[in-house]
T-cell receptor, first 115, second 113 residues
Framework: DAGVTQSPTHLIKTRGQQVTLRCSPKSGHDTVSWYQQALGQGPQFIFQYYEEEERQRGNFPDRFSGHQFPNYSSELNVNALLLGDSALYLC??????????????FGDGTRLSIL | AQSVAQPEDQVNVAEGNPLTVKCTYS??????LFWYVQYPNRGLQFLLKYITGDNLVKGSYGFEAEFNKSQTSFHLKKPSALVSDSALYFC???????????FGKGTSLLVTP
């Protein structure tokens, strides 16, 4: 049973560039959430996608956008990268109809470094 | 807003001794609380959750947590620590919308032989 997979594992970009991160949810899950984890901090919620729509958004600027595909996989896009965007980006999946019986399952993340 | 606080940046314990990692919460309504563990260069692994019912929740790898409504706490415990338990532990609370998890800043647990 495949868990949550994210790609790439590491990425280096320069300020002003754009980046796309990818996530495949755990088998059977239909909801994908994205979190940003800065060094030494807890994960911060970016947004959640369900049925190919953004269902909720955290306190992140419009430079952060996402997409969910019909197969439930998801992308996180960040435009006009800033040094402060350097972080571990975590994808989590869950089953929408089973909110409290299944917790969110996390991937190993993409480490994004901005130079 | 739903939030949790982890008052300790680091907890040190000797192998074989009991361990406690503290978490307090601030919520409106009933809290839905979680503990996750993160090993170096890895994502978060789910340990246990409290939704309703018994105040003592048992989870993975021998961990348990005690929900205390009067003290608004949800401390993580293990009767006998292992060196392999050394990791970063996060307490989290489900947001009011039910879609986001709000995490604490994490507590680093170091178990020494």
């Amino acid at each position: 049973d495949a868990g949550v997979t994210q790609s790439p594992t590491h990425l280096i970009k320069t300020r002003g560039q754009q980046v796309t991160l990818r996530c495949s949810p755990k088998s059977g899950h239909d909801t994908v959430s994205w979190y940003q984890q800065a060094l030494g901090q807890g994960p911060q919620f970016i947004f959640q996608y369900y049925e190919e729509e953004e269902r909720q958004r955290g306190n992140f600027p419009d430079r952060f956008s996402g997409h969910q595909f019909p197969n439930y996989s998801s992308e996180l896009n960040v435009n006009a990268l800033l040094l402060g965007d350097s972080a571990l980006y975590l994808c989590a999946s869950s089953l929408a109809g089973d909110r409290y019986n299944q917790p969110q399952h996390f991937g190993d993340g993409t480490r994004l470094s901005i130079l | 807003a739903q939030s949790v606080a982890q008052p300790e940046d680091q907890v040190n314990v000797a192998e074989g001794n009991p361990l406690t990692v503290k978490c307090t919460y601030s919520v409106s309504g009933n809290p839905y609380l979680f503990w996750y563990v993160q090993y170096p260069n890895r994502g978060l692994q789910f340990l246990l959750k409290y939704i309703t019912g018994d105040n003592l929740v048992k989870g993975s790898y021998g961990f348990e947590a005690e929900f205390n409504k009067s003290q608004t706490s949800f401390h993580l415990k293990k009767p006998s620590a292992l060196v392999s338990d050394s990791a970063l532990y996060f307490c989290a609370v489900d947001s009011n919308s039910g879609y986001a998890l709000n995490f604490g800043k994490g507590t680093s647990l170091l178990v020494t032989p």
